[in-house]
């Protein structure tokens, strides 16, 4: 796979990376005070805590980005490097789109065990106040579907594949490599949980099995996304990914058994479908070619 000319050190480039990761997660616990320190991830205050914290290290690591590309001159502008352009047609909008469609594909069974239980918009079990309005403008869902998304993306996918990738990574690296550092960063919910659930040896098990489901599927994720941003050039699809992972939350295939035997073989179908289809449709959907060109991906 093609490289760029080393002009940062490899090792310069993972300090960088450590550095985001360190930025972004040291500000929940220097934002917050005395009085707070033992309030839960999702009590207000700590909610707005940390919402402060992820803005401030959104700041500060585009702002180290800078520093390294007047050391190291990059070929493109720090907002290409970055995938912060934004589109210039209608067609290269819907293009950025392409991956939203194509994580839904992928969600195929979930979205239709929804539609069995009449969960889907305009249908019977959903309303929009209480589905849509009550969740995306409470602080809450505008930490899960807003601030998180953006935040953890910008500096964990553009800041830090910006930095790797002038370092001479292969794409291979890009893709596999690098969300380690945002699994890891996810990793510090771990002590939390510990002293919330108990600090016994109940709670340590409950700990390590939940740390690592969410190491592993964070860095799955971050597969994903990479891929996306490094083919496509852009941080809003993996955005809009993001969040649209985050609204689905992970399958839950135990309500599954409540439907029909009928409509189990449908839904177990779309399991299986999507992952086919997601497979099928992944590098079309992707092309850079559907964007004009990518920053890190020649169009072939």
Not at 80 to 98: H, K
Not at 208 to 235: A, E, K
């Amino acid at each position: 796979m093609a490289t760029t000319s080393q002009n940062v050190s490899s090792f310069v480039a993972n300090v960088a990376c450590i550095a985001f990761g360190f930025i972004y997660v040291a500000g929940f616990y220097l934002f917050r005070t005395k009085q707070n320190a033992n309030l839960s991830r999702n009590h207000p205050v700590t909610i707005k805590n940390r919402i402060r914290a992820v803005t401030f290290a959104s700041i500060v690591t585009p702002f180290l980005v800078w520093l390294i590309m007047l050391s190291h001159p990059f070929n493109h502008s720090i907002l290409q490097v970055l995938g912060l352009r934004l589109p210039s047609s209608v067609s290269e909008l819907a293009a950025l789109t392409g991956p939203v469609v194509l994580t839904a594909v992928l969600f195929l069974g979930p979205l239709v065990q929804l539609y069995y239980e009449q969960s889907l918009p305009y249908q019977s079990n959903f309303d929009f106040t209480r589905d849509v309005k009550s969740v995306f403008f409470s602080l809450l869902g505008q930490r899960n579907y807003v601030v998180a998304p953006i935040t953890e993306e910008f500096v964990f996918r553009a800041c830090m594949i910006a930095v790797l990738h002038h370092a001479g990574f292969s794409r291979a690296y890009l893709i596999f490599v690098s969300p380690m550092y945002f699994g890891l960063a996810h990793l510090h919910h771990a002590w939390e949980n510990f002293h919330q659930w108990g600090s016994n040896k109940g709670a340590l098990r409950l700990v390590l099995f939940s740390s690592t489901f969410q190491f592993c599927y964070t860095t799955v994720f971050g597969w994903y996304v990479s891929f996306v941003f490094l083919r496509l050039g852009s941080i809003w699809p993996p955005i809009l990914c993001h969040t649209f992972c985050n609204i689905m939350g992970f399958p839950d295939v135990s309500d599954i058994q409540l439907q029909s035997p009928a409509r189990q073989k449908v839904i177990k179908c779309a399991f299986a479908g999507g992952v086919v289809l997601f497979w099928c449709l992944l590098f079309p959907l992707t092309s850079p070619r559907n964007v004009g060109w990518s920053v890190y991906w020649p169009a072939a």
